[in-house]
């Protein structure tokens, strides 16, 4: 697989959750690597941990800071590390919506609850006294509503007769454990799957107007136009012909773009076996920075340099609105 997925880790406090994370990453499998410890409290004594385990740490107090001020050094911090990832860890901040916009979908949170059951906090005493029978623990993707995004997994833990929320904590906190270092696992792990890769590609393709797929030499790709007479415009090649990528073929303008991009940008694209006589660029998909935007500009420039008129214009027109 590519290089492990890097991730800085953010806490507040103890950091429990942040050392499963990082002794997790130390099994020999492991798709990430914690590059970072970063605390708005400079106390907090996740960060001694870290630093004894070698991993570089960073801490700036939000008193006295303006939120947007805090959150920008927060984030540069994560910047300056490398950091792909951040991962949330009884951060105890409300973040900036522009920190969050900027990390959409790079941004994961623990919260101690059967999500969408009890955002916020004392999240075990509101299960005990709403009589439920088990609580739980969520990790989810960071969107500007508070404990809201997409829940990527979760495990629940029985509330007992005359459980406490410390005595549920304790062992909803043996479930965080287990729960962080797989989820966040899974989660960096399908940016190199190439199957997570191909639907993604395949929905991109298919939303176009006119277009259908049709295997060409075991490679899956995508035409425009009928069935019958439509032409090429994107192709999916995992690993072909001994390289190391799983990528997207489209069409440059000519071999004149196609190496001045590949020479400009050698980690985004470079130039496949056969298809790149011809003009076909490769775009690599396996790797953390992907962004699905630019993606589906390619594919849309492509197919716009083979799709028949009539589908064109029909694009154009919608383009307007
Ligand atoms: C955990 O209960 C987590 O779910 C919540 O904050 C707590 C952090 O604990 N978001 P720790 O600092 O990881 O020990």
Redesign the pocket.
């Given at each position: 697989m590519a290089d492990k997925a890097r991730i800085a880790v953010f806490?507040?406090?103890?950091?429990?959750?942040?050392?499963a994370l990082l002794y997790a990453s130390q099994l020999p499998d492991s798709p990430y690597e914690v590059v970072l410890v970063a605390a708005n409290d400079p106390e907090a004594q996740?960060l001694e941990l870290a630093a004894a385990e070698g991993v570089p740490t960073f801490a700036l107090s939000h008193k006295g800071l303006g939120r947007a001020e805090h959150d920008a050094a927060m984030e540069q911090a994560a910047r300056d590390a490398g950091a792909d990832y951040i991962a949330?860890?009884?951060?105890?901040r409300i973040l900036t919506e522009r920190f969050v916009e900027n990390w959409q979908g790079r941004m994961l949170?623990?919260?101690?609850s059967l999500l969408p059951k009890y955002p916020g906090l004392d999240t075990h005493q509101r299960a005990i006294d709403a009589g439920d029978r088990h609580g739980g623990?969520s990790v989810h993707l960071v969107t500007s509503e508070l404990d809201a995004g997409e829940v990527l997994g979760q495990i629940r833990v029985k509330i007992r007769d005359g459980e406490t929320p410390g005595s549920l904590?304790e062992r909803?906190?043996f479930a965080?454990h287990q729960l962080y270092p797989r989820v966040l696992g899974d989660y960096v792990r399908r940016e190199s799957d190439p199957s997570y890769l191909l639907d993604k590609i395949r929905e991109l393709a298919l939303a176009l107007p006119q277009t259908h797929e049709r295997e060409s030499h075991g490679t899956p790709g995508w035409r425009a136009g009928s069935e019958k007479s439509g032409k090429y415009f994107a192709y999916f090649s995992d690993r072909h012909h001994g390289s190391d990528y799983t990528a997207l073929l489209v069409k440059t303008s000519g071999m004149d773009e196609l190496l001045d991009l590949v020479e400009a940008q050698p980690q985004t694209y470079f130039k496949p076996a056969y298809y790149g006589a011809s003009g076909w660029i490769g775009l690599i998909l396996n790797r953390p920075e992907l962004d699905w935007e630019h993606v589906g500009e390619w594919l849309e420039r492509s197919w716009r340099s083979v799709a028949p008129k009539s589908a064109t214009k029909l694009m154009n027109v919608a383009d307007e609105f």
């Amino acid at each position: 697989m590519a290089d492990k997925a890097r991730i800085a880790v953010f806490i507040s406090g103890r950091g429990s959750n942040m050392a499963a994370l990082l002794y997790a990453s130390q099994l020999p499998d492991s798709p990430y690597e914690v590059v970072l410890v970063a605390a708005n409290d400079p106390e907090a004594q996740g960060l001694e941990l870290a630093a004894a385990e070698g991993v570089p740490t960073f801490a700036l107090s939000h008193k006295g800071l303006g939120r947007a001020e805090h959150d920008a050094a927060m984030e540069q911090a994560a910047r300056d590390a490398g950091a792909d990832y951040i991962a949330l860890a009884g951060y105890m901040r409300i973040l900036t919506e522009r920190f969050v916009e900027n990390w959409q979908g790079r941004m994961l949170n623990i919260h101690p609850s059967l999500l969408p059951k009890y955002p916020g906090l004392d999240t075990h005493q509101r299960a005990i006294d709403a009589g439920d029978r088990h609580g739980g623990v969520s990790v989810h993707l960071v969107t500007s509503e508070l404990d809201a995004g997409e829940v990527l997994g979760q495990i629940r833990v029985k509330i007992r007769d005359g459980e406490t929320p410390g005595s549920l904590a304790e062992r909803v906190r043996f479930a965080e454990h287990q729960l962080y270092p797989r989820v966040l696992g899974d989660y960096v792990r399908r940016e190199s799957d190439p199957s997570y890769l191909l639907d993604k590609i395949r929905e991109l393709a298919l939303a176009l107007p006119q277009t259908h797929e049709r295997e060409s030499h075991g490679t899956p790709g995508w035409r425009a136009g009928s069935e019958k007479s439509g032409k090429y415009f994107a192709y999916f090649s995992d690993r072909h012909h001994g390289s190391d990528y799983t990528a997207l073929l489209v069409k440059t303008s000519g071999m004149d773009e196609l190496l001045d991009l590949v020479e400009a940008q050698p980690q985004t694209y470079f130039k496949p076996a056969y298809y790149g006589a011809s003009g076909w660029i490769g775009l690599i998909l396996n790797r953390p920075e992907l962004d699905w935007e630019h993606v589906g500009e390619w594919l849309e420039r492509s197919w716009r340099s083979v799709a028949p008129k009539s589908a064109t214009k029909l694009m154009n027109v919608a383009d307007e609105f």
